[in-house]
């Protein structure tokens, strides 16, 4: 062959014949690219992305979205309960202004009935006095009917007069003022042994505790 085919002009690249893919050696060939976790694979070029598949995720994450516009069933049993509810509290508070004026009206009532009841006392204090002038003793027998009168009155009402002595005390209807010691009259000991002020109650509530002194036990 001449010099002129073996040869290559100066600064010219050596050219290699094209090798395909397997042919290149291990370390040449072009790895896949690798991507991290969450990661999405582009779309190939030309391929427009899905908006909607990116906010997929995201949606599912949080609550879900209500149109603001929803019609439909649902509203009408939305706003169905809306106004059941509205309607809950404009009858409860109805309830509470009734159940205001009927506790007034009974207040009234028992006010009026207490206060007619001692009408009677009254009368007698009135008598009394009028007669005072002729009879002085008038006086006395008047003040006795009024306060026999009294006592009725507040029987009547359920607070009965509580003044007995020698019973046991009774925390919840005697105060106890003094303590004495325990004498020849048979009081027990830890019992009423006499009565300074007289107390006013029924078995299930307490006008006025009596105030007694107590005759002091044996422990004591």
Request: aromatic share 4%; no cysteine; glycine share 8%.
């Amino acid at each position: 062959m001449s010099e002129k085919s073996t040869e290559q002009s100066p600064g010219t690249t050596p050219r290699h014949p094209a090798q395909s893919e397997s042919d290149r050696p291990e370390s040449v060939r072009q790895a896949p690219e690798q991507r991290g976790p969450g990661q999405q694979e582009e779309p190939p070029a030309g391929v427009a992305a899905d908006p909607g598949a990116a906010a997929a995720p995201a949606d599912r994450a949080g609550e879900p979205v209500i149109p603001a516009d929803r019609t439909g069933p649902e509203q009408s049993e939305i706003a169905e309960l809306e106004d059941r509810w509205r309607r809950a509290v404009a009858d409860l508070d109805n309830f509470r202004k009734r159940y205001t004026r009927e506790v007034s009206r009974e207040r009234a009532a028992e006010r009026a009935l207490v206060a007619g009841a001692f009408l009677p006392v009254l009368d007698t204090i009135d008598l009394a006095l009028e007669h005072a002038g002729a009879d002085p003793k008038s006086i006395i027998e008047g003040i006795r009917g009024v306060r026999q009168q009294a006592l009725t009155i507040l029987e009547n009402l359920g607070f009965a007069r509580q003044d007995e002595a020698g019973v046991p005390f009774d925390p919840t209807r005697h105060e106890v003022v003094g303590v004495v010691e325990p004498d020849d009259s048979g009081t027990p000991p830890g019992a009423v042994a006499s009565v300074v002020r007289p107390g006013y109650g029924a078995p299930d509530r307490q006008l006025r505790p009596a105030a007694v002194t107590v005759t002091q036990s044996s422990s004591g």
